[in-house]
Structure formats: structure tokens, C-alpha cells
């Protein structure tokens, strides 16, 4: 019963060439989230939606760009992948408001820049 | 900018003793959550523990429990009678509004 699901498990990419990862949900939630994470360190918050309101971290490089067509999906656009952008990118979703704050999360993407 | 701050980036505990990972937060706001998620080698990240701002009482779920100091914006998880399934990275958490921030983690061994 995966209730987030990203796609693919593994990308390889090469440097500069643009790249999608993508993030879809079962569960309706309002919140949909992409981090960034690289090894033994903290997922980084890149962005997330409220429904369709985008809210951009400040210190997100504009290479990282976001889309949701809907509350299903949600996609992360890397314009033009660096070596230092390979990490996993984890996808998550949780409830709006202050009664759903758990946050589920798919298995990530892990990207590799060659 | 919130930040969570976890000063232990390794922790190891014998297999059924108890083991405590700390975390401190700076906000200046009164009403958030915080929790702690687990991180196993597998790397999906699930919830252990969730504790409201405005609930005094801490929370507690089976094994897991929590110390939350709001004054001294601390949060501090107990795991007790510790298994070999509890070796992960551990997450604190602040969210706020929508936005969900995490520590540096704390990666716990268990040792057999």
C-alpha cells in the first residue's frame, strides 16, 4: 500500500542535461514537499506546496524548479544537474493545518551526475 | 529561521538498555510540533513520535518516549528496552505552519 510514490528508484544523468524527478500520493494530502539529502546529513527543504501555493526556500538555487498539476503529483525539475546536485531527493506529503502534521515519505530518488 | 541543532551524531546502546538522543530547537514562536522520525538503512523515513508545543504532558508511544523543556527548547527522545530494528538515523523535527525542518540526525547502533 505505498501512499508515496517516487519515481524512478535511480536516476543517472548527465552533467547539464535536464532532469525530472517525480513524486505522486494516495493520500489527499494538502502539503507536498521536496528534500534534498546527501550522505549522513539532514534532508534539506528545497520547497513545498500548500495546495497549488508554492513556497520557495530562500537559499534554493534557481537550477531547482517545482511543479503540481494536481493534488496527486508533483514534479522536481533540475534545469541543468552539477556534480554537487547528485544526493537522494526525498519526496513527502502531509494534512494542511494543525490536526494532520505527520509527514509520509516516499523511498527518494537518488540521482547521479556524471 | 528555525534551526534544530543534534549534538550527537553517534550514539550507540546494548540491546535492551535505554538509550536518549537529545535535540534543541530555536524558534521564537509558541505554537509548532515536533517529532522525531527514524531513518532505516532502507532510508524511508517514518514517524516515531509527535508532541504538540501546547500539550505540557509528553508524549509517549510503547517503547518511545519523549522529554520536551519548552522553555529551555529541548526535545529529547528515551527509547527503552532498545531492539535490533531500532538501528537508524534519527530525525528531530520542527514544523511549523507547513514547514518542516530537521535536525542533523543522530545515527544509533545497537549492539547484540
Known amino acids: 500500500d505505498a501512499m508515496v510514490i517516487q519515481n524512478p528508484r535511480y536516476q543517472v544523468t548527465q552533467f547539464g542535461k535536464p532532469v525530472t524527478l517525480s513524486c505522486s500520493q494516495t493520500l489527499n494530502h494538502n502539503v507536498m514537499y521536496w528534500y534534498q539529502q546527501k550522505s549522513s546529513q539532514a534532508p534539506k527543504l528545497l520547497f513545498h506546496?500548500?495546495?497549488?501555493?508554492?513556497?520557495n526556500e530562500a537559499d534554493t538555487p534557481d537550477n531547482f524548479q517545482s511543479r503540481r498539476p494536481n493534488t496527486s503529483f508533483c514534479f522536481l525539475d533540475i534545469r541543468s544537474p552539477g556534480l554537487g546536485d547528485a544526493a537522494m531527493y526525498l519526496c513527502?506529503?502531509?494534512?494542511?493545518?494543525?490536526?494532520?502534521?505527520?509527514?509520509?515519505f516516499g523511498q527518494g530518488t537518488r540521482l547521479t551526475v556524471v | 529561521a528555525q534551526t534544530v541543532t543534534q549534538s550527537q551524531p553517534e550514539m550507540s546502546v546494548q540491546e535492551a538498555e535505554t538509550v536518549t538522543l537529545s535535540c534543541t530547537y530555536d524558534?521564537?514562536?509558541?505554537?509548532?510540533?515536533l517529532f522525531w522520525y527514524k531513518q532505516p538503512p532502507s532510508r524511508q523515513m517514518i514517524l516515531v513520535i509527535r508532541q504538540e508545543a501546547y500539550k505540557q504532558q509528553n508524549a509517549t508511544e510503547n517503547r518511545f518516549s519523549v522529554n520536551f523543556q519548552k522553555a529551555a527548547k529541548s526535545f529529547s527522545l528515551k527509547i527503552s528496552d532498545s531492539q535490533l530494528g531500532d538501528a537508524a538515523m534519527y530525525f528531530c523535527a520542527y514544523r511549523r505552519n507547513e514547514k518542516l525542518t530537521f535536525g542533523t540526525g543522530t545515527r544509533l547502533t545497537i549492539i547484540p
Open positions: 524558534t521564537s514562536e509558541s505554537d509548532y510540533y
Open positions: 513527502a506529503t502531509s494534512g494542511g493545518g494543525n490536526g494532520n502534521t505527520e509527514a509520509f
Open positions: 506546496y500548500y495546495d497549488k501555493d508554492f513556497n
